[in-house]
Structures are given as C-alpha cells and as structure tokens.
C-alpha cells in the first residue's frame, strides 16, 4: 500500500509540475515600419517567435485616443501541456496595413500599433500575454501645389515644360500620364520650393484630362491637380510594310541569338510577331528604366542636329501595317525617325551629354542611347559599330558609331529617337531653336 501510495503521489506531483511548469516562454517580439509615419497606407511588420510549445493566438490593433481597432488576428492553436510532440508554431510574421484607407476615424497626432501575443497556459496556470507597442506619428495632409503653369500649348506627340510651386513636406513631385512618370526638378534660379518638369505627350492621345501633377510626402500623402486645357492635335501618320522570308530569315536568328531568353515560337513568322510585339515591348520598359538615372541637371545647350545629309525616310509616329503574302499580320507603330545617308556612315551625338547605354537591345541591334539631363536623352539605333562605352561624356557632334542594318532594320540606317522619361517624342520640336526658345526659354539657359 505504502508503495501504491508513493508511486500515486509521484504521479500527482509530476501531474502538477506539467500543468505548473509547462507554460511557454515568453515570446519574443519585434516590431518595425516601412515609413516613418502613418499616413494613407502604412505598411507594419510583427515578428513573434517562441520555443517550447509556441506561439498562442497574436492580435494586432491600433490605439489612438482610447479607442482600439482590430486590424489582423491570427488562430494559432500550440500543443496541450500534455503532449511533447505536435507541431508548434514557433515563428509568424504579421503584415498588416494601417493608415486612412483602413481606419477612416484616425485623425493627426500620435498612434499606437499594438501586438499581443498569447503564451501556450495549462489548467493552472494561464500567464499573461507578451504586449509589444510601435508609437508612430499620423500625418494626413497633403503637400500643397500653387502657381501651376505650362510654358506654351504642347501638341500631341510632343514635348511640354511646366513651371510650379510645391510645400515643403513634399519628398517627390512630377507629372503622371498614364503609366508615364515625369520627375520634377529645381527650378535654376528659382527659391527653394519651385520647380519645373520636362514632360512627354503620348503619340496616341490627345486628351488634357489624363495629365496630372503630383505631389507625395513621406508617408505618401498626395496631392494632384490638372493642368492642361489643351493639347494641340497631331495625327498617327500611317504606312505598309512588305515582310518577306528572306528579310526575316535575315533579322530573326541574329535577333534570337542576342536575347536566349525568348522561346523559340516554332516558325521564322512567329518568331518575328514575336520580336516586333513582346521584344518591342521589353525594350521600351528598359527605355524607361533608363531613363529613371536620368541626372537632375542640364548636359545640352542648343537645338539638337539632325545627322548631317540624311533623308528621312520614315516619320515619327507611324502607324505601321505589316504585311505578309498580302494579308495584315501584325500593327505596330514607329516612334522615331529614320534616316539613311551612305553605309556605314558616322553618327553623331546630335547633343552634348552622357552615355547611359552602349550594347546591343533587341530589335534596336547596336544601340546608343545618350542623357543630356532632366529625364531627356536621345537614341542612336542599328548600329553596324559602336565607338562609345556606358559613362563617358559626349561633346555636341561627337562620333558616337557607325549606321548600319542591327537588328530589326531593312538597310542600312539610322533610327534616331528624342525620349522624355522613356517616352519618345517628336524630334522636329528639338531641332527647332525657335520651339526651344518659345517652350524652354525662362526655364533652362538656352545655350
């Protein structure tokens, strides 16, 4: 009996040691923010972690003037004090929104993100949670915009600069049209707040409505405001391109072997929709993102030359047909001009600026393409040699290569490109001393 007796306190007693001792660690909990502030969305990371037998279930609620709102909960169930298998959770990541959009009563002041963590109890003990706490400013306004002005009416295809004012909380302003981006920049010249924007109009649109300026702080509040009334209407000029076998089974394999990363479509005319649609398009985003490193100051002076007794043998914005044992298989549209003289002729930095790419791009072949400051730079395309590296500055004139028929061209030429933050744009207005004067003139020094 006295041995029954002492197994049976012995087991009592470990029975209380589990449902004394078996409660989980304290977790662990980190806390971090991907802005400073909160403002329309803020972006909140917990990060909870625990040995033992887990994490419990975690909450996640904004407190700001005695009032809690729940923005994330998380179920989690640990193993029971009796058992020493299971599958814990001993780490999760919490990723929640705060901000306006997701508590419309916040106001300006000061906030508090909490983050409860519940601990793994047993029936007899049931230890309190682990509280983290991130206190964060909310700021809600946006920056102000005044003294909105746009130098002269831009025309469809064309290029436009607009002058304005921007509040001090603003960290990033410009003008949106559509995917396009337009960074502001100081005004030279001008007091601390003033600024100017170099901007592009789409070859294809001439709505006034799609244009905006923009202005974010920090937190990414924004402000956005209309500015044009008008844009001069310039029509898609239109022309019939003749594909044949011969010129294809030219460009294709060439084109294919310098981007492995395009699948092989199974036929030389699929694989020619495929480089003059999807490659088309490739090479146009890199455009763009060349033209993010664009430098904020003014390497030109100057209208832009034309390469030197050079036709134009096609103008920019095209809309072009191809065409292929006399049926329409494709549309795509030229947005430059090309210019043929003699083979193999010297092409010529048309301004003064840097080399931002100098390498083979697609269906450009050998490309050059030259940044002279603000967002603007020009393109230099089919290339038969390139004489210039990435980061070396150009003087106005300065032999940037040789034409030649890289890529996807017919002869040998050049295809020339004007490109406002990667859009391009007609290259007329830039050779025109009297449209830079009219729309540059009192903003940028001319020469």
């Known amino acids: 009996m006295a041995a029954t007796a002492a197994i049976l306190a012995t087991v009592i007693l470990g029975a209380v040691a589990v449902l004394w001792l078996r409660v989980g660690p304290e977790p662990e909990v980190t806390m971090t923010s991907d802005l400073p502030g909160i403002g329309p969305r803020t972006m909140v990371t917990a990060t909870a972690r625990?040995?033992?037998?887990?994490?419990?279930?975690?909450?996640?609620?904004?407190?700001?003037?005695?009032?809690?709102?729940?923005?994330e909960e998380r179920a989690l169930t640990p193993p029971g004090p009796w058992s020493f298998g299971g599958d814990p959770v001993r780490e999760a990541v919490l990723e929640t929104e705060v901000g306006r959009d997701r508590a419309p009563d916040l106001v300006e002041g000061d906030a508090v993100v909490r983050v409860t963590v519940e601990r793994p109890g047993t029936l007899l003990r049931r230890p309190p949670p682990q509280v983290a706490e991130l206190s964060l400013p909310v700021r809600l306004r946006p920056p102000t915009l005044e003294s909105v002005g746009v130098t002269a009416t831009p025309t469809q295809s064309g290029s436009g600069v607009l002058r304005y004012t921007v509040g001090a909380s603003a960290v990033e302003s410009g003008v949106e049209v559509g995917d396009y981006w337009f960074p502001g920049h100081l005004l030279p010249g001008g007091g601390v707040q003033d600024r100017f924007v170099l901007f592009g109009v789409p070859y294809d649109s001439a709505d006034p409505s799609t244009f905006r300026l923009v202005a974010r702080d920090d937190l990414g509040n924004e402000a956005r405001?209309?500015?044009?009334?008008?844009i001069e209407p310039s029509p898609l000029n239109s022309s019939t391109i003749r594909l044949s076998d011969s010129f294809m089974a030219r460009v294709v394999p060439a084109i294919m072997a310098r981007t492995p990363e395009l699948p092989d479509r199974g036929g030389l005319l699929e694989n020619y929709l495929m480089l003059n649609g999807e490659l088309r398009q490739m090479n146009a985003v890199r455009l763009i993102?060349?033209?993010?490193?664009?430098?904020?100051?003014?390497?030109?002076?100057?209208?832009?030359?034309?390469?030197?007794?050079?036709q134009v043998?096609?103008?920019?914005?095209?809309?072009?047909?191809?065409?292929?044992?006399?049926?329409?298989?494709?549309?795509?549209?030229?947005?430059?001009?090309?210019?043929?003289?003699?083979?193999?002729?010297?092409?010529?930095?048309?301004?003064?600026?840097?080399?931002?790419?100098?390498?083979?791009l697609g269906i450009y072949g050998n490309t050059v393409v030259v940044d002279h400051g603000y967002g603007l730079m020009t393109l230099y395309s089919h290339l038969s040699r390139i004489d210039v590296e990435a980061g070396q500055e150009v003087a106005a004139g300065e032999r940037l290569g040789l034409s030649g028929e890289t890529g996807m061209a017919g002869g040998d030429h050049l295809h020339f490109a004007v490109l406002l933050g990667g859009l391009p744009v007609n290259p007329l207005e830039w050779f025109d001393a009297k449209w830079i004067r009219d729309h540059i003139g009192g903003v940028l020094p001319l020469e």
């Not at 405001?225 to 008008?230: C, D, R």
């Open 313 to 360: 043998m096609d103008r920019f914005a095209t809309r072009r047909q191809y065409l292929h044992e006399g049926r329409v298989v494709d549309t795509q549209d030229h947005l430059g001009f090309d210019l043929a003289s003699r083979l193999q002729d010297e092409v010529p930095a048309s301004n003064a600026g840097a080399v931002v790419l100098a390498e083979y």
């Open 50 to 71: 625990a040995g033992g037998r887990g994490l419990g279930p975690i909450r996640v609620e904004l407190v700001q003037g005695g009032e809690s709102l729940l923005l």
């Open 289 to 310: 993102e060349l033209a993010s490193g664009s430098v904020s100051r003014q390497l030109w002076s100057g209208p832009f030359r034309q390469m030197r007794n050079t």
């Open 225 to 230: 405001a209309p500015f044009l009334g008008e």
